[in-house]
C-alpha cells in the first residue's frame, strides 16, 4: 500500500527542547515538503526537497531543521529556537516539484507543554 | 507575491448544490488545486485546473478564469460527510513551482 505516513500522530514539547518529526513515504517520490498550519490561516511552507541530500527553505523555516538522507525520509526538527510551536505539521510529496499534485501524510499535531 | 481569498465560512442543506468560490492574484500562474480537509486530518486533492474552464469529476466541478484570477469549486448532490474545509491553492511558474495555499472554506452541511 502506498503512502505518506507520518509519526507520532501527537507530540508534546518542553521548554528548551528539540523534537524531531518523522515523515516517510513509499511513492518513489523526488520531492517533500513540510507545512504548518494554524487556525485561520492557509497552509505554510516551512521547507522543501526536490531531491535526495538537498533541501531549501520555504517561507517560514527559522527555528527548523530538515534533513534528506534517503528518497524516502524528510524529518522535520522543530528547535528550541521556535518560539511558537504549537501548531498542525503536516507532510506532503510530489513525482517533483514540477506541475505534479502534492500528496499529503496524516500530520502530527504538536503541544507544548 | 500571492495573495488568495476565499469565504471563511458556508452552510448549505443537504442534498443541494453549492458553490465556493477563490479569487488570486499571481505572478506566473502555473495552475489551481482545490483540496478538501476534515477537521483534524491530512488535505485530499480534489481537483487541479491550468486552463480556462470546466473540470468534471463526479458530484464536484472545478472553474477557472485566469483572466479574471477567480476559480470555483461546485459540490452537488451535498452529503454531510462533505462537511469539511475546502482549500484553493495556486501554483507559480519557477525553478521551484511553488504552491501558496489560501486560508480555506469551512463547509457545513445541515441536514
Known amino acids: 500500500d502506498g503512502g505518506i505516513t507520518q509519526s507520532p500522530k501527537y507530540l508534546f514539547r518542553k521548554e528548551g527542547q528539540n523534537v524531531t518529526l518523522s515523515c516517510e513515504q513509499n511513492l518513489n517520490h523526488d520531492a517533500m515538503y513540510w507545512y504548518r498550519q494554524d487556525p485561520g490561516q492557509g497552509l505554510r511552507l516551512i521547507y522543501y526537497?526536490?531531491?535526495?541530500?538537498?533541501?531549501q527553505k520555504g517561507d517560514i523555516a527559522e527555528g527548523y531543521s530538515v534533513s534528506r538522507e534517503k528518497k524516502e525520509s524528510f524529518p522535520l526538527t522543530v528547535t528550541s529556537a521556535q518560539k511558537n510551536p504549537t501548531a498542525f505539521y503536516l507532510c506532503?510529496?510530489?513525482?517533483?516539484?514540477?506541475?505534479?499534485?502534492?500528496?499529503f501524510g496524516p500530520g502530527t499535531r504538536l503541544l507544548v507543554l | 507575491g500571492q495573495n488568495i481569498d476565499q469565504p471563511t465560512e458556508m452552510t448549505a442543506t443537504e442534498g443541494a448544490i453549492v458553490q465556493i468560490n477563490c479569487t488570486y492574484q499571481t505572478s506566473g500562474f502555473n495552475g489551481l488545486f482545490w483540496y478538501q480537509q476534515h477537521a483534524g486530518e491530512a488535505p485530499t486533492f480534489l481537483s487541479y485546473?491550468?486552463?480556462?474552464g470546466l473540470e468534471e469529476k463526479g458530484r464536484f466541478s472545478s472553474f477557472l478564469s485566469r483572466s479574471k484570477g477567480y476559480s470555483y469549486l461546485l459540490l452537488k448532490e451535498l452529503q454531510m460527510k462533505d462537511s469539511a474545509s475546502y482549500l484553493c491553492?495556486?501554483?507559480?511558474?519557477?525553478?521551484?513551482?511553488?504552491?501558496?495555499f489560501g486560508t480555506g472554506t469551512k463547509l457545513q452541511v445541515i441536514p
Open positions: 506532503a510529496s510530489s513525482i517533483s516539484t514540477g506541475v505534479e499534485t502534492q500528496y
Open positions: 526537497s526536490q531531491i535526495v541530500n538537498d533541501f
Open positions: 491553492a495556486v501554483r507559480v511558474a519557477g525553478g521551484y513551482q511553488k504552491v501558496t
Open positions: 485546473n491550468v486552463l480556462d
